[in-house]
């Protein structure tokens, strides 16, 4: 049987990337959490974790997180369905989302479902294109991607469409495109983008100017609120979430740059096939009620 410490520890350092945030975590020293690795990793007579920055999983030590993470959530559920539900704990689901559906149409989905069902939620963000992995790497229980096609074990269920705008102050617009949206004007306006994974702009600015990243002059702001207040404060124009756009055309001066340029990003629900009874419900809500908000 593998000692628990020791597993402790390896999954802290898969967690945080580090030996030092994994002492931090389990409020051990690096040098502590490295002799209980070794000594895995001695028992197993594999080599589990890359010693890099950050630090990465060899093929051996993938196979062990998949099975400490397996038996964690076997655990969980047992103790849950044993114990009475007046004494039960919380059920802890692990979830990957991109930030504008967590700013948006996320929680007041789920709002029911968590209170009824006494489920915590641990939310991971990351790009809708990229949440598709911290599931496939065992990171997550489900995720909210734009990839359509299940992985292996998983299956793949259609949420629906987020709509998105180029929106920019009025002040802004007469600045910088004073005769409207055209490539030259694209070329020297700064624009307010996510970050490097968020690929709305790009994709859109290549698909209908031509312009590849690089061409053009942008801010990086990985926050929605902050992405949002930028764009109200004349810093730049970027691409903004439907779901937004009543609060944003209700302030003074913004408007829809070019309304004829929507980029309409489908959403899907991936999860594990065989899945506990509570993001069964949970599930099951997300689709059920996803289809009233996204259109």
């Avoid at 898969?14 to 959490?33: H, N, W």
């Avoid at 009475?84 to 996320?106: C, H």
């Amino acid at each position: 049987m593998l000692e628990k410490k020791q597993c402790e520890a390896f999954l802290a350092v898969v967690e945080t990337g580090s030996f030092d945030q994994a002492g931090k975590m389990l409020c051990l020293t690096p040098s502590a959490i490295t002799l209980r690795l070794q000594a895995l990793e001695k028992e197993l007579g594999q080599l589990l974790i890359i010693r890099s920055k950050p630090c990465t999983l060899t093929t051996s030590g993938q196979q062990v997180f998949e099975y400490l993470k397996k038996s964690q959530k076997l655990e969980q559920n047992f103790l849950h369905d044993l114990m009475n539900k007046s004494q039960a704990e919380f059920f802890k689901v692990v979830i990957a989302s991109n930030a504008d559906s967590l700013a948006t149409w996320l929680l007041p989905t789920l709002k029911d479902v968590l209170i009824k069902n006494k489920i915590l939620l641990n939310l991971i963000l990351d790009d809708q294109s990229h949440t598709y992995s911290l599931l496939e790497k065992g990171f997550v229980n489900a995720c909210i991607s734009i990839e359509a096609k299940p992985m292996k074990g998983c299956e793949s269920q259609y949420l629906g469409v987020m709509k998105y705008k180029m929106i920019a102050t009025k002040a802004f617009t007469q600045k910088w495109f004073p005769h409207g949206i055209n490539r030259q004007a694209l070329c020297l306006a700064p624009a307010v983008i996510f970050n490097e994974k968020d690929h709305l702009h790009f994709d859109i600015l290549i698909k209908q100017f031509g312009l590849t990243k690089g061409s053009y002059p942008f801010h990086l702001i990985p926050s929605s609120e902050s992405f949002l207040t930028a764009i109200r404060l004349g810093i730049g124009y970027g691409m903004v979430p439907e779901f937004q756009l009543n609060t944003l055309y209700d302030q003074e001066g913004m408007i829809d740059l070019c309304p004829e340029l929507e980029n309409k990003v489908q959403l899907y629900w991936h999860h594990w096939i065989q899945q506990p009874c509570h993001l069964e419900s949970l599930t099951d809500h997300i689709i059920k009620y996803s289809k009233f908000v996204l259109k």
